[in-house]
């Protein structure tokens, strides 16, 4: 049997142990390189739940257009101690995208919170745009059909956001253009400001300096509202009802986290979402905040598969 010195000696380790095993930090995985739009809004998060959450630790886990670090998420202890992030490409385009996939972006998580949203833009070189007489969307849509492949668009790659963007714009639209994939968002912005192409669905943050700087010429943001970035170019669904794409990331666990966990988390994060200090922030980005209740932002991202797949399936994109 054990001492009553020995108990006493136990019971003071225990002790000192308790604050250590409370302050055991968060950790989110960022499914992305540091520094794009995704890291700076979850930096800027954790900074904000620190004093109900305790310490944060970001780690970006890139690679297989997100799917390595979403896939460590869904492989984490259910603690609640290791978040990670859902996008509209982890969680909406890949499961259609790729052949094989590393998890089930549907039962594999614990939905938490949707973060923010951003628009996109239809943008079109403004030479190309005064070349063929195009002012607005009406234009675009005018000369698209008039001349099927004559005019091309640009993306970061097969599969990506702004092709599919571009596939849904065609089938909306009744229209035929051309696909022009490059390796990565940022050649495909050079191409159409060289005007190697004649106009891409870009996103609203990457497109901003070059429309204000007069080089690209916006048609329509892809929002279900005028943005405030823009406030004189309309939403495309005005002109063609029904089509919103927006760029959206939020907050997960892995599966089996428990309610009252999920619900703790929930509780801190769209806190700091709804503080003005973090909304200024976020529109810097041209992000909106979106907090919302764990079944919402799981029925969305349900929502948002159902809606990417007879997409991806017509464009034919594949990743083996």
Do not use: C
């Amino acid at each position: 049997m054990l001492t009553q010195r020995y108990r006493l000696a136990l019971l003071s380790l225990v002790m000192l142990a308790a604050p250590v095993l409370a302050q055991q930090p968060t950790r989110i995985i960022v499914p992305y390189a540091a520094g794009g739009p995704i890291d700076i809004t979850v930096r800027a998060l954790a900074e904000r739940v620190r004093d109900s959450l305790g310490p944060i630790v970001i780690e970006n886990r890139p690679g297989a257009g997100g799917n390595l670090g979403v896939s460590l998420v869904a492989k984490a202890a259910a603690d609640g101690k290791t978040l990670g992030i859902a996008a509209t490409a982890t969680h909406a385009i890949n499961p259609w995208l790729f052949e094989r996939m590393p998890f089930d972006a549907g039962k594999d998580f614990a939905p938490i919170t949707q973060m923010v949203r951003v628009p996109n833009v239809l943008v079109i070189n403004t030479d190309t745009a005064q070349r063929l007489g195009i002012q607005n969307i009406a234009d675009f849509i005018k000369v698209a059909k008039a001349n099927p492949g004559r005019l091309n668009f640009g993306s970061g790659g097969n599969g990506s956001a702004g092709h599919l963007a571009g596939e849904m714009l065609k089938r909306a639209g009744g229209i035929y253009a051309v696909h022009i994939p490059y390796n990565g968002a940022a050649p495909a912005q050079f191409g159409l400001l060289s005007g190697q192409v004649d106009f891409n669905i870009d996103n609203l943050a990457s497109a901003a300096a070059n429309i204000k700087s007069g080089r690209l010429k916006a048609l329509a943001v892809t929002s279900a509202q005028r943005s405030p970035v823009l406030p004189d170019v309309p939403p495309l669904h005005d002109y063609l009802p029904g089509l919103i794409i927006d760029t959206w990331w939020g907050l997960i666990a892995p599966a089996g986290t428990p309610a009252e966990v999920v619900n703790r988390l929930n509780q801190a994060f769209t806190a700091a979402l709804n503080s003005p200090e973090l909304r200024q922030r976020f529109a810097a980005l041209m992000a909106e905040p979106t907090p919302s209740a764990p079944e919402a932002f799981g029925r969305f991202m349900q929502q948002e598969r159902q809606r990417y797949e007879p997409v991806v399936k017509a464009s034919g994109a594949k990743v083996d």
